[in-house]
């Protein structure tokens, strides 16, 4: 059988860091397969999205329009949103090179997505999935980090 979706998409002129849209999944079964979901590098789920804007005001209020029920949080490095067991951060340009250093993107555009935060169920296994693949990595205490230039353009943070 098919996968079946129903999708809603955000007018793209709303939101300058790219598309965004909601997926609603039909046929879970069809897509959230459990063969599917194991990786050699061992990530388990996206646990965080982080966009960065110079005026991360602006994003944070068309979230609390979609969003009801104090979902949008402010922070001391912008805003969070909670969207299940993933969130979505607002930072600025600072809070981007503070966190990622020379793994972030170069600052090119005023508002974009910069870092995919990726739990794992081992750094251990993340590393080495890394290592084999000959992917250049930064390895710290808490964290992998793989740089944007590296990843398509998007700072990769493996975290367990």
Request: proline content about 2%.
């Amino acid at each position: 059988r098919d996968a079946a979706f129903r999708t809603v998409r955000v007018a793209k002129d709303a939101v300058a860091a790219g598309r965004l849209y909601f997926c609603h999944h039909l046929t879970r079964d069809v897509v959230w397969r459990d063969e599917w979901r194991r990786h050699a590098n061992g990530v388990l789920g996206v646990a965080g999205i982080v966009v960065r804007s110079q005026a991360p005001d602006v994003l944070g209020a068309l979230f609390a329009k979609l969003f009801e029920g104090g979902a949008v949080v402010q922070t001391d490095a912008g805003l969070r949103l909670g969207l299940g067991l993933t969130r979505l951060e607002v930072v600025s340009a600072i809070d981007v090179a503070l966190r990622f250093g020379a793994a972030a993107p170069p600052d090119e555009r005023a508002e974009a997505m910069v870092a995919l935060v990726l739990r794992t169920a081992s750094l251990d296994r993340t590393e080495f999935a890394l290592a084999a693949g000959g992917v250049p990595y930064e390895r710290e205490a808490d964290r992998i980090l793989v740089a944007a230039s590296e990843a398509c353009g998007v700072t990769l943070e493996f975290r367990e």
